[in-house]
């Protein structure tokens, strides 16, 4: 899931009154407020939950039935709830005794709520009622209410701990119970839980209330609903199979009239689930499947059992939609299916392993991705994404994959490159190292043995660990890369003696040039090393290296044989190399799989930021990979080039100098693509010119090709209503972006205007991105003050990490 845009500006505010709340409550009470984890005295069992709902309305009613366990005589409980009206509790024994009760709130920020009795409770099970009424969010958050093409729909957002500010819950994914949910209504409209409908009855007064099957054991945050002018698409049939007897009716649910654009996004979903059920052996484990499509949705998408939500870009698609539109939509569908078994069927007891959830969902859709559409290249975008957490990893503020976790402000910043890039990175190098099929074995076991439960990242561990055979050693060298953080980086170096070729393995921590963090770090890393066998081509040799220092025999190696020290850019970490080493695999760069030129080719921008290679090197291996017959391999320097432009030059005529040399390294290839989109070209085509256009355009702002936008832009702006559909979708916000940049003003009121007309998702997206590329001073504060437009901004917002 997807930060929220605004949650990380309240972070630091939120801590400072939750603790002052707990300091306040806790001088008044010889109890202290439970801000993190709740008390384990108190166990829910199973909820039943009723909710009035009308969208047209501003807020809602509800009453909360809690069926839960006393483990010891109390006279209050611990409960979450956050800006909830409660008009009335009562607890009844399981004899039937009724007591009176008091709901307090003891921190409004933390969401924490007290119970008190009107008398001691003995241990015991227990029926808690509690009916309340609260108004929608306005934050997108809980039980929230939106606008579209002016009529009004009420949906949910649960997740992390939002599903205390929709009802009175305990609000901890530990806490896991069947729910039954019913919906009181307006007659016109739909509504949607996570499982089927098992009835509808019709109320006095335009009112019906529809009744749901009972869910399988979920946390509160799976908890999903959704209340409007929904309008249904129907799906494929998913067959029944050898791990599911029941056939699923997939479904798509969209805004009025919408609906029809999710027949993509459907038509993938069938082989999609078919293949993770193959996987897991171990069939969809809930009793329907819908998709939804959320006009205002502050996630990327959310994987609810039987109800997934997504951004309504990700599922509405048609003829015109951007390439990268709908591969993203396949990737993320796959995501949220994977989760069914990740998060869903298993689900981590605590949000320190928030991790199990989400890097296995990131690791598994590349799996998926790559079995069903090859061509989208999911294994080049796996090694970027890996490039990228790196990155981040690099830095001495960094958090760790397995952070503990403390209070609500700690749970938000799990959500980040580290849980999902890293985590997925570090599954894939510990898969390769145990071979695919005992992975997939361990994954199985963990996943059966745990089912409909909760287990943690040692519950996983122990699982592969049982598969390897390695036992502790395996054991400790996967914990190393969940409990501290940093990436390690390898050097290598080869050496004889006698007849035999060693290479000697170094460790440490790395860290950019001027970084003032200690290198001394300690890993287990499985590593992989391709080398040249002469006149016999490679081989790959792998060591679990767990010392500070290591020596590999290279059976059938020479000195003087090229080699790369992460075979098939399995591993998570970097690698530096002797210079004449180094001038070796440069020169074999051909006899590398795609895979690894692309490792390759970050490992040179790893290297300049770690001050082992000047700037001319970083050109040189450009010159080199610029004309790959991979995109990805032929753009893989942009981000580095551009960060030379902008950081590194310090005078415009070194910029300008840099310019030409980089012009002529990519413009053959986008003259040879052309500026607008043919209607034979594959979808590769499509994205490289997306790519090469943004990086000369806007990262280094090549004139030739600016002066090509604009005359786009000029077409499109003369005319009295703007037809974005008549420009090439991929390059919509690069073209708008240099209009609002170059036209200034004008250009950018014509879009802001524009941007209360238009409502096709990727168009938005589109001016939204070109308004926050102002480059003047006046612009540039209008942008700002956009910001504070809620609907601009959550429109805005791509989940990168889901790409």
Not at 30 to 42: A, D, F, R, T, Y
Not at 508 to 516: A, D, H, N
Request: one cysteine or more.
């Amino acid at each position: 899931m997807l930060v929220k845009p605004s949650f990380k500006k309240r972070l630091l505010l939120t801590t400072l009154l939750s603790l002052s709340a707990t300091q306040i409550f806790a001088s008044n009470n010889s109890e202290q407020i439970p801000i993190g984890k709740l008390p384990e005295w108190v166990v829910p069992e199973s909820y039943d939950l009723d909710f009035k709902i009308d969208p047209a309305q501003k807020g809602y009613t509800g009453k909360t039935t809690i069926h839960l366990k006393l483990a010891q005589a109390t006279d209050h409980i611990w409960i979450h709830g956050k800006s909830l009206t409660v008009k009335d509790v009562n607890i009844t024994s399981a004899e039937g005794v009724k007591t009176k009760a008091k709901y307090e709130q003891a921190s409004e920020i933390d969401g924490v709520s007290k119970i008190k009795f009107a008398k001691t409770l003995p241990a015991g099970q227990y029926q808690l009622v509690l009916d309340f009424n609260a108004a929608y969010d306005q934050q997108l958050d809980g039980i929230y209410k939106i606008e579209f093409e002016g009529k009004p729909y009420v949906m949910t957002q649960m997740e992390a701990i939002s599903a205390r500010q929709s009802f009175p819950s305990f609000d901890e994914p530990r806490f896991k119970t069947p729910f039954n949910i019913r919906l009181t209504i307006p007659s016109k409209y739909s509504g949607f839980a996570n499982t089927q409908q098992t009835s509808e009855q019709i109320e006095k007064s335009g009112w019906k209330t529809l009744s749901f099957a009972q869910t399988k054991p979920l946390p509160t945050y799976l908890l999903a609903l959704a209340v409007g002018p929904w309008q249904l698409q129907k799906g494929p049939d998913i067959g029944a199979t050898s791990w599911r007897k029941q056939p699923i009716q997939l479904r798509g649910i969209a805004p009025d009239t919408k609906a029809e654009k999710m027949q993509q996004a459907l038509s993938e979903t069938p082989a999609i689930l078919k293949t993770l059920e193959d996987y897991f052996a171990f069939g969809y484990p809930f009793d329907k499947l819908d998709l939804l499509a959320a006009p205002d949705f502050a996630a990327g998408a959310m994987e609810n059992p039987g109800l997934i939500t997504f951004r309504d870009y990700l599922m509405l698609l048609d003829k015109d939609s951007p390439v990268f539109f709908v591969q993203n939509s396949f990737n993320v569908n796959a995501h949220e299916l994977a989760h069914q078994w990740f998060g869903d069927v298993v689900t981590m007891p605590w949000w320190d392993d928030l991790w199990l959830n989400e890097s296995f969902a990131t690791w598994m859709q590349s799996k998926i991705t790559q079995k069903l559409h090859p061509e989208f290249n999911a294994d080049l975008e796996r090694i970027t994404d890996t490039a990228d957490a790196m990155k981040s990893d690099s830095l001495v503020s960094v958090r760790r994959i397995r952070q503990p976790i403390l209070s609500n402000a700690d749970i938000q910043t799990a959500f980040d490159g580290i849980t999902y890039q890293k985590g997925a990175a570090v599954l894939n190098m510990f898969e390769s190292y145990l071979g695919e099929e005992k992975f997939k074995q361990g994954v199985r076991n963990y996943i059966n043995k745990h089912q409909y439960g909760n287990a943690t990242a040692n519950d996983l561990i122990s699982a592969l660990a049982e598969q390897s055979g390695q036992g502790e050693r395996f054991t400790r060298a996967m914990k190393s890369f969940l409990d501290q953080p940093g990436v390690p980086l390898i050097n290598t170096a080869l050496q004889q003696e006698g007849n035999k070729v060693f290479l000697n393995v170094k460790q440490s921590r790395y860290l950019p040039v001027g970084s003032k963090g200690d290198a001394r770090s300690l890993w287990g890393v499985p590593l992989c090393v391709r080398y040249e066998v002469p006149n016999a081509g490679s081989k790959v040799q792998c060591e679990l290296v767990d010392q500070a220092e290591a020596k590999i025999e290279l059976k059938g190696a020479s000195l003087g044989s090229w080699y790369i020290p992460n075979a098939d850019a399995a591993g998570y970490y970097q690698f530096s190399l002797p210079q004449k080493e180094f001038t070796r695999l440069t020169a074999a760069t051909e006899k590398l799989s795609n895979t690894e030129q692309l490792a390759y080719a970050y490992a040179i921008s790893a290297a300049f930021n770690h001050g082992d290679i000047n700037l001319l090197a970083v050109v040189d291996a450009a010159k080199k990979f610029a004309n790959s017959n991979s995109r990805q391999i032929s753009t893989a320097l942009f981000s580095q080039l551009s960060t030379i432009h902008r950081h590194v030059l310090k005078t415009e005529a070194e910029r300008e100098r840099f310019r030409k040399v980089l012009a002529n390294l990519y413009l053959p290839k986008l003259n040879q693509l052309g500026y607008v989109s043919k209607t034979d070209e594959s979808a590769e085509d499509s994205l490289w010119r997306s790519e090469l256009v943004r990086f000369l355009a806007l990262d280094i702002q090549v004139p030739e090709v600016r002066t090509q936008l604009l005359k786009q832009s000029d077409a499109l702006f003369a005319q009295k209503q703007l037809n974005f559909a008549q420009v090439t979708p991929e390059l919509l916000p690069t073209i708008l972006a240099v209009r609002v940049q170059e036209k200034g003003q004008p250009a950018f009121d014509r879009l802001s205007g524009e941007l209360q007309r238009v409502t096709q998702p990727t168009q938005r997206l589109a001016i939204l991105t070109a308004l926050g590329s102002a480059n003047q001073e006046a612009t540039r504060q209008q942008a700002r003050q956009l910001i504070l437009n809620p609907r601009a901004l959550y429109t805005i917002k791509i989940d990168n990490s889901l790409k």
